[in-house]
């Protein structure tokens, strides 16, 4: 149990369907990520969250839309997706500070959200 | 641009065996933090350690250990009487300080470790 929630854990959609990702974090930080992981590819970092604030869209296609209503919770609006957005889609949280050094917390990780695109 | 280079993409051993894991990255900045993070099949990344760019020293957990050589730009990670538990898929990480606020970290492709017993 590392603290971060995601549902659903599986989900096969077809190219017309519109759905949804979720992740929730219980262990207060202030930043939270989404994460793509495919088969023999590094992991992409598609979107940061910082205080609610976007600060990182990784040139990501525009079928994929973040929603990060507060701190806690996070998800990814999925719609007109293409096979090839078949992954393993993983949600981080972690604490964040200001300033030169900000960066130097561990994310914490969900299991992952395994998404087949038919 | 940042780069982190796992050049084993699978390693299998026989357990209580020794491992040593690869990592070498690519940075143009002077501070930065490197990651190793362990992926077993139920999906989660479990983080492991975090060193950053002014401690060379090198650190033991237990049966981990790790060896970081600015020199080389590398930081191999080492299982030392490897177990069938030690099974998953291991990613080496690079987070540069120059970014402010959160953490964006750049893996590598992974390592999958096989322990038979």
């Known amino acids: 149990e590392t603290g971060v929630t995601q549902t659903p854990r599986h989900l096969v959609m077809g190219m017309t369907n519109k759905k949804s990702l979720k992740c929730e974090q219980h262990?207060?930080?202030?930043?939270m990520y989404w994460y793509k992981q495919s088969a023999k590819k590094p992991l992409e970092l598609m979107f940061v969250?910082?205080?609610?604030?976007?600060?990182e869209n990784n040139s990501v296609p525009s079928r994929f839309s973040p929603e990060c209503p507060n701190s806690s919770h996070l998800f990814l609006h999925l719609h007109t997706l293409q096979p090839e957005d078949s992954a393993l889609y993983l949600c981080a949280s972690s604490q964040a500070r200001s300033g030169r050094l900000g960066g130097t917390g561990e994310l914490f990780f969900g299991e992952g959200s395994r998404l087949t695109v038919l | 641009a940042q780069k982190v280079t796992q050049a084993q993409t699978e390693i299998s051993v026989v357990e209580k065996e020794d491992v040593t894991l690869d990592c070498v990255y690519e940075?143009?900045?002077?501070?930065?933090?490197l990651f190793w993070y362990k992926q077993p099949p139920s999906g989660e990344l479990v983080f492991l350690i975090r060193?950053?760019?002014?401690?060379?020293q090198n650190e033991i957990s237990g049966r981990y250990s790790w060896n970081f050589q600015k020199s080389t730009s590398s930081f191999n990670f080492t299982i030392t009487a490897s177990q069938v538990v030690d099974s998953a898929v291991y990613f080496c990480a690079l987070s540069e300080a120059g970014q402010t606020g959160a953490n964006n970290l750049f893996f590598g492709t992974g390592t999958r470790l096989t322990v038979i017993p």
């Open positions: 262990l207060g930080h202030n930043a």
């Open positions: 060193r950053n760019s002014f401690d060379e």
């Open positions: 969250y910082n205080f609610k604030e976007q600060t």
């Open positions: 940075t143009r900045d002077t501070t930065y933090y």
